[in-house]
């Protein structure tokens, strides 16, 4: 049976029973989270030199897809495929958290795999169809680690929204199930077609932090139909007005993908026009990088490597007065900060703040502070 020591952490290292031990959790959804997970793998490379006790084990996507790489670079001690870790940690959940104890608002993944078939993204095909985890064990998980004493909770998965599809069961039903008790539940990343009216009313609690992240990718029809995504435009802007309007204070996120293959200047500024328009905290920008298995990477690649660089560029600024002109609309207000590292707090509706000044503060807990 594949064991992980208990204490290490995934992206880092840490002494166990006398040996470091590296573990490197990779990543494969762009180019460029494959060269910073070699970068990781290279960091650790060296480091082993220096202590020949120590232990490298490198995980995640990237095992996929360069698994041979991997085996044959000398120094990597163990190489556990993504299905050998998902089958790991369902086994021993608590592991997900443990290898990562400096975390102040633990992750409890409660499904992996994804339906969709949108041709940019390989991690769709890496993790095959949807899996959900039990609602008695995700209430196990959770009940562990409030009892801990973590206050916030990030439920989280490849395609979150399609929580219980694979036995009958929603993400709505899966909330409802969870026991009222004093800490606040945050969501990861939801695709925009899986948000109901359902799920919405639960936001009627104000146990659920007010912050969606709603992957975009484009403002453009065309280039949305080329991506395989499940919506027009217009549909993601009257999703969006129906956010606001059924969460008082929300923060709204986005993906947004930049460069994708038939992006012409037209379809640029179909984004650029929605990115401005709709009512966004923030936005994540991503320039087209074509991964291989995909249906996309097929496709020519027609954006000059400069016209991407401009266009992230351009909407890179429009994500910073985006997010300036969303947290000033709370300077005065009273919110529920979570102090974080470095004495940095972070609202239920993802606005990060210092911390309290003055008193005998805790990283992880919960307090109210103005803003």
């Given amino acids: 049976m594949l064991r992980v020591p208990t204490g ?15 573990i490197i959790n990779t990543c494969a959804v762009t180019k460029e989270a494959v060269r910073t997970s070699w970068k990781m793998i290279r960091r650790s490379l060296k480091s082993k030199i220096k202590n ?5 084990i490198v995980t995640g996507c990237l095992t996929t897809i360069e698994r041979e790489k991997l085996l044959n670079t000398p120094g990597i001690d163990l190489v556990i495929t993504q299905d050998e870790k998902v089958a790991l940690l369902r086994n021993e959940p608590q592991l997900e958290n443990i290898i990562n104890p400096k975390r102040s608002r633990p992750v409890v993944k409660v499904q992996d795999g994804c339906p969709n078939d949108c041709s940019f993204c390989i991690a769709r095909i890496i993790r095959g169809k949807p899996k959900s985890v039990t609602q008695d064990e995700i209430r196990l998980e959770i009940a562990r680690l409030v009892n801990l004493g973590y206050q916030e909770i990030v439920l989280t998965g490849l395609n ?9 069961s929603s993400l709505t039903q899966l909330l409802k199930s969870i026991p009222d008790r004093a800490f606040r539940i945050r969501l990861s990343s939801i695709e925009p077609d899986t948000i109901t009216d359902e799920l919405l009313e639960l936001w009627s609690s104000k146990r659920l932090c007010r912050h969606l992240h709603v992957p975009l990718q484009s403002g453009d029809s065309r280039i949305l139909k080329l991506m395989h995504r499940k919506y027009t435009p217009d549909d993601y802007s009257r999703l969006i007005d129906k956010i606001i309007s059924s969460i008082d204070g929300v923060n709204i996120g ?9 992006e012409d200047e037209s379809a640029f500024l179909n984004t650029l026009k929605l990115a401005r328009e709709l009512p966004f905290g923030y936005l994540h920008i991503f320039p087209y990088s074509p991964r291989p298995w995909t249906e996309a990477a097929k496709l020519p690649d027609t ?9 992230v560029h351009i909407l890179r600024e429009i994500a910073l007065k985006k997010k300036a002109e969303f947290v000033k609309k709370f300077i005065g207000n009273n919110l529920e900060i979570l102090v974080e590292d470095n004495n940095i707090g972070i609202s239920d509706n993802y606005i990060r703040v210092p911390g309290p000044s003055d008193g005998n503060y805790k990283k992880g807990q919960l307090y109210n502070l103005t803003v």
């Fill in 8 to 22: 290490a952490q995934f992206g880092n290292s840490v002494i166990n029973n006398g040996s470091q031990v590296h």
């Fill in 254 to 262: 986005a993906d947004i993908i930049v460069g994708f293959p038939y």
């Fill in 52 to 56: 020949q006790k120590s232990k490298l």
């Fill in 160 to 168: 979150l929204g399609y929580y219980g599809i694979d036995f009958g």
């Fill in 303 to 311: 954006v000059a490597p400069d016209v991407k660089k401009e266009r």
